[in-house]
C-alpha cells in the first residue's frame, strides 16, 4: 500500500513538472523567436511478478509481467520548429527561414538567438535590440584604389558598423557600353514610278540612294545639317540610266538637286521616247513625269541623324554630358551598312579618336552591320575638311582633357559590340559606364543573403557587410539563458558560423519577425489531460487510505 502512495506522490509531482513547462510555453506564446519545450516521462521502478518464458517443445513462450511502481521525469527538450512569422515592415527586423540562429556578442563571447529584432546604436553598430548585444558578421572592405566595397567572409567575424558619414568614392569613368538598334530603313528610301513615253509605252524605273565619298567631301562636314546623297534610276532591266545628287535638309525638305548623267538641269531624258521625270530642287522630295504633274511619287524620308548621350566622370568626380550622334551612310564603297559616329561634350571639351595601335589623327569612327544586323567593322575615319578617308585599324577609344576642372585626361573605351541595325525605330542607348560622383550613404537595407547593401546620395549601391549566421548539430542541446539567447552545451556541437543561403543555415526575411512556435490550442489541451491525470493520480492517496482502514477493521 506504501508503494502506491509513493506512485501518487511521484504522480503529483510530475504534474508539476508539466504545468511549469506548459504554463511556461503558454506565456511566452507572443515572445520572439521563443521555442517551447516537452515533458517526457519515464518509470521510476518496476517490480517483476513473473519471468519471461522462452518456446519449449510444443509450448509457446510467454512475456514477462511486470508492475511499474511510479514515474520520474525523464527529459525536457526544446522543440525547434519554424516558427510562423509577423510582417513589421520594419528594415532591421530579420526572420530566419531555415535552422540557422543570429550571433551576438558582448565582447568577451558568443551568444546565439532566433529572435531578429535588431537596431543601430549611437555609434552606427548593428545591435540586437533587446540586449544591447553587438550582432556578428563581416564589415565589408574598401578597395583604396578603386574605392569598390567588397566582403570577405573567410575572415573572423566581427562587430558591423554602418556610420552615417561613410562616402562612396569618386570614380573615373573608363569603359562604357551600349546597346539596342539603329534604324536601318534611315535616310531616302529607294522607290519606283511608271512613266509613259511619246508612244504609249509604259516604262517602271526605280530609283536608289547611297552615300559616296564625293557626296561628303561636298558638305561642309561629314555631320553638316544638310546631309547630300547620290541617285541612281534603273530601267526594268536593271541597267543605269541615269544618275545625280540631292541635299535633304534636317527637316526633311530638298535644298539642291542637279541630274548629271542621262538628262539635264531638273530633268531626266533617258527614259524611253520622249519620257522625263523632273527631279526635286526644293521643297518636298517629290519626283514627277514632266508632262504630266499628277503622276508623281514622295520618296520617304526617315533622318539618318540619331544622338543619344550619358553622364560620365573624371577621376574627382565631375560630370561630363557625354553625346554620341550617329549618321547613317548606308551602302558606302564596299560597307553596305554603314554608320558613322562622332563624340562630343555638351562643355566643349575637344575629343580625340584613339585606334588599337595608338593613333590619333580621326575625326571620329564609322561601324558597318553585316545583313544579320550585327557589327562587322570598327574602324576610324579622317577628314581635313576636303578629304574623308577610313582607317583599317579598330577604334573605339576616346580621350578628353579635363585640366580645367582640376583632373587630368579622361580616357573611355567604347563598347559598341552590342549594338544592331534592323527595320525598326532607334533604340541605342548607353546601358553602362563605371564612373561616378562622390556619394554619401543615405539610407541602407538587408537583403535575403544576410548583405547590407546601402544606397548612397548619387544614386549607386554597395555592399556594406554581412550578418553571418551560426547552425548546430543539435539545436535542441543549446542551454538557454535568458533573453531568448542560448549558449552551446556539451551536447549542442560547435557553432558553424557562415552566410544565409548556405550550410543549410536558411535564408532571412527581412520586414518580418519569426514569432513562437507554441501552438495554443495544443497548450490548452495539454493543460486539460494534465489536470485530468492529476485528479486521477490524486485520488490514490484517498484509496490507499480507505484500503488500510478496511484492512484495520478486518483485524478486529
Given at each position: 500500500?506504501?508503494?502506491?502512495?509513493?506512485?501518487?506522490?511521484?504522480?503529483?509531482?510530475?504534474?508539476?513538472?508539466?504545468?511549469?513547462?506548459?504554463?511556461?510555453?503558454?506565456?511566452?506564446?507572443?515572445?520572439?523567436?521563443?521555442?517551447?519545450?516537452?515533458?517526457?516521462?519515464?518509470?521510476?521502478?518496476?517490480?517483476?511478478?513473473?519471468?519471461?518464458?522462452?518456446?519449449?517443445?510444443?509450448?509457446?513462450?510467454?512475456?514477462?509481467?511486470?508492475?511499474?511502481?511510479?514515474?520520474?521525469?525523464?527529459?525536457?527538450?526544446?522543440?525547434?520548429?519554424?516558427?510562423?512569422?509577423?510582417?513589421?515592415?520594419?528594415?532591421?527586423?530579420?526572420?530566419?527561414?531555415?535552422?540557422?540562429f543570429f550571433v551576438l556578442s558582448d565582447g568577451r563571447g558568443y551568444y546565439y538567438t532566433r529572435a531578429g529584432?535588431?537596431?543601430?546604436?549611437?555609434?552606427?553598430?548593428?545591435?540586437?535590440?533587446?540586449?544591447?548585444?553587438?550582432?556578428?558578421?563581416?564589415?565589408?572592405?574598401?578597395?583604396?584604389?578603386?574605392?569598390?566595397?567588397?566582403?570577405?567572409?573567410?575572415?573572423?567575424?566581427?562587430?558591423?558598423?554602418?556610420?552615417?558619414?561613410?562616402?562612396?568614392?569618386?570614380?573615373?569613368?573608363?569603359?562604357?557600353?551600349?546597346?539596342?538598334?539603329?534604324?536601318?530603313?534611315?535616310?531616302?528610301?529607294?522607290?519606283?514610278?511608271?512613266?509613259t513615253d511619246d508612244k504609249g509605252k509604259q516604262h517602271t524605273v526605280r530609283f536608289v540612294f547611297s552615300k559616296?565619298?564625293?557626296?561628303?567631301?561636298?558638305?561642309?562636314?561629314?555631320?553638316?545639317?544638310?546631309?547630300?546623297?547620290?541617285?541612281?534610276?534603273?530601267?526594268?532591266?536593271?541597267?543605269?540610266?541615269?544618275?545625280?545628287?540631292?541635299?535633304?535638309?534636317?527637316?526633311?525638305?530638298?535644298?539642291?538637286?542637279?541630274?548629271?548623267?542621262?538628262?539635264?538641269?531638273?530633268?531626266?531624258?533617258?527614259?524611253?521616247?520622249?519620257?522625263?521625270?523632273?527631279?526635286?530642287?526644293?521643297?518636298?522630295?517629290?519626283?514627277?513625269?514632266?508632262?504630266?504633274?499628277?503622276?508623281?511619287?514622295?520618296?520617304?524620308?526617315?533622318?539618318?541623324?540619331?544622338?543619344?548621350?550619358?553622364?560620365?566622370?573624371?577621376?574627382?568626380?565631375?560630370?561630363?554630358?557625354?553625346?554620341?550622334?550617329?549618321?547613317?551612310?548606308?551602302?558606302?564603297?564596299?560597307?553596305?551598312?554603314?554608320?558613322?559616329?562622332?563624340?562630343?561634350?555638351?562643355?566643349?571639351?575637344?575629343?580625340?579618336?584613339?585606334?588599337?595601335?595608338?593613333?590619333?589623327?580621326?575625326?571620329?569612327?564609322?561601324?558597318?552591320?553585316?545583313?544579320?544586323?550585327?557589327?562587322?567593322?570598327?574602324?576610324?575615319?579622317?577628314?581635313?575638311?576636303?578629304?574623308?578617308?577610313?582607317?583599317?585599324?579598330?577604334?573605339?577609344?576616346?580621350?578628353?582633357?579635363?585640366?580645367?576642372?582640376?583632373?587630368?585626361?579622361?580616357?573611355?573605351?567604347?563598347?559598341?559590340?552590342?549594338?544592331?541595325?534592323?527595320?525598326?525605330?532607334?533604340?541605342?542607348?548607353?546601358?553602362?559606364?563605371?564612373?561616378?560622383?562622390?556619394?554619401?550613404?543615405?539610407?541602407?537595407?538587408?537583403?535575403?543573403?544576410?548583405?547590407?547593401?546601402?544606397?548612397?546620395?548619387?544614386?549607386?549601391?554597395?555592399?556594406?557587410?554581412?550578418?553571418?549566421?551560426?547552425?548546430?548539430?543539435?539545436?535542441?542541446?543549446?542551454?538557454?539563458?535568458?533573453?531568448?539567447?542560448?549558449?552551446?552545451?556539451?551536447?549542442?556541437?560547435?557553432?558553424?558560423?557562415?552566410?544565409?543561403?548556405?550550410?543549410?543555415?536558411?535564408?532571412?526575411?527581412?520586414?518580418?519577425?519569426?514569432?513562437?512556435?507554441?501552438?495554443?490550442?495544443?497548450?490548452?489541451?495539454?493543460?486539460?489531460?494534465?489536470?485530468?491525470?492529476?485528479?486521477?493520480?490524486?485520488?490514490?492517496?484517498?484509496?490507499?487510505?480507505?484500503?488500510?482502514?478496511?484492512?484495520?477493521?478486518?483485524?478486529?
Amino acid at each position: 500500500m506504501m508503494r502506491s502512495m509513493f506512485s501518487g506522490v511521484s504522480g503529483m509531482r510530475n504534474f508539476q513538472y508539466e504545468l511549469d513547462v506548459i504554463g511556461n510555453n503558454i506565456s511566452n506564446v507572443n515572445t520572439v523567436g521563443f521555442k517551447g519545450s516537452r515533458v517526457t516521462f519515464q518509470t521510476a521502478l518496476l517490480q517483476t511478478l513473473k519471468a519471461a518464458r522462452a518456446p519449449q517443445n510444443n509450448v509457446g513462450g510467454t512475456n514477462p509481467i511486470q508492475i511499474g511502481l511510479g514515474s520520474q521525469l525523464a527529459t525536457v527538450d526544446k522543440v525547434m520548429t519554424q516558427g510562423s512569422f509577423q510582417n513589421t515592415g520594419r528594415k532591421l527586423d530579420l526572420a530566419i527561414q531555415g535552422d540557422g540562429f543570429f550571433v551576438l556578442s558582448d565582447g568577451r563571447g558568443y551568444y546565439y538567438t532566433r529572435a531578429g529584432a535588431l537596431d543601430v546604436d549611437m555609434n552606427g553598430t548593428l545591435i540586437h535590440a533587446s540586449t544591447g548585444l553587438k550582432v556578428q558578421g563581416w564589415r565589408a572592405i574598401q578597395d583604396p584604389i578603386t574605392g569598390s566595397r567588397y566582403v570577405d567572409t573567410n575572415q573572423p567575424i566581427g562587430d558591423i558598423v554602418i556610420s552615417a558619414g561613410m562616402t562612396m568614392p569618386a570614380r573615373a569613368t573608363t569603359a562604357a557600353r551600349m546597346e539596342g538598334n539603329l534604324n536601318s530603313t534611315s535616310g531616302i528610301l529607294p522607290f519606283s514610278m511608271t512613266v509613259t513615253d511619246d508612244k504609249g509605252k509604259q516604262h517602271t524605273v526605280r530609283f536608289v540612294f547611297s552615300k559616296t565619298e564625293v557626296d561628303i567631301e561636298a558638305q561642309d562636314d561629314p555631320f553638316a545639317e544638310n546631309q547630300r546623297y547620290t541617285w541612281k534610276v534603273y530601267d526594268e532591266s536593271n541597267n543605269q540610266i541615269a544618275s545625280g545628287y540631292i541635299v535633304i535638309n534636317q527637316f526633311g525638305r530638298v535644298v539642291e538637286a542637279a541630274v548629271e548623267t542621262g538628262g539635264t538641269g531638273s530633268e531626266i531624258t533617258s527614259i524611253g521616247t520622249g519620257a522625263e521625270i523632273t527631279i526635286p530642287t526644293a521643297g518636298e522630295i517629290r519626283f514627277y513625269e514632266s508632262d504630266n504633274p499628277s503622276n508623281f511619287v514622295t520618296a520617304q524620308f526617315n533622318s539618318p541623324r540619331y544622338v543619344t548621350a550619358v553622364q560620365v566622370y573624371d577621376t574627382l568626380g565631375n560630370p561630363y554630358s557625354l553625346y554620341i550622334e550617329f549618321i547613317r551612310l548606308g551602302k558606302f564603297n564596299s560597307m553596305n551598312n554603314a554608320w558613322i559616329w562622332r563624340v562630343y561634350t555638351a562643355s566643349g571639351e575637344p575629343i580625340t579618336y584613339i585606334d588599337a595601335n595608338s593613333n590619333e589623327d580621326y575625326a571620329g569612327g564609322i561601324i558597318n552591320f553585316n545583313d544579320s544586323g550585327r557589327i562587322t567593322v570598327m574602324y576610324g575615319f579622317n577628314w581635313d575638311g576636303t578629304d574623308f578617308t577610313v582607317g583599317n585599324t579598330e577604334m573605339r577609344t576616346i580621350q578628353f582633357d579635363a585640366s580645367h576642372m582640376g583632373d587630368g585626361t579622361v580616357k573611355i573605351n567604347l563598347d559598341l559590340t552590342a549594338l544592331t541595325q534592323f527595320a525598326g525605330a532607334n533604340s541605342a542607348s548607353f546601358t553602362w559606364q563605371n564612373g561616378n560622383a562622390l556619394g554619401m550613404l543615405q539610407s541602407f537595407a538587408i537583403n535575403e543573403n544576410g548583405e547590407i547593401i546601402g544606397t548612397f546620395s548619387n544614386g549607386l549601391t554597395d555592399v556594406l557587410g554581412q550578418i553571418a549566421l551560426a547552425v548546430f548539430n543539435n539545436p535542441a542541446g543549446l542551454t538557454e539563458v535568458g533573453n531568448s539567447l542560448y549558449l552551446p552545451s556539451a551536447n549542442s556541437g560547435l557553432a558553424q558560423i557562415g552566410t544565409a543561403g548556405s550550410g543549410g543555415r536558411g535564408t532571412l526575411i527581412p520586414g518580418a519577425l519569426e514569432m513562437s512556435n507554441v501552438d495554443l490550442a495544443e497548450e490548452f489541451t495539454r493543460m486539460i489531460i494534465a489536470q485530468r491525470g492529476f485528479q486521477a493520480n490524486a485520488r490514490v492517496i484517498t484509496t490507499a487510505d480507505t484500503i488500510l482502514g478496511e484492512l484495520v477493521a478486518l483485524r478486529r
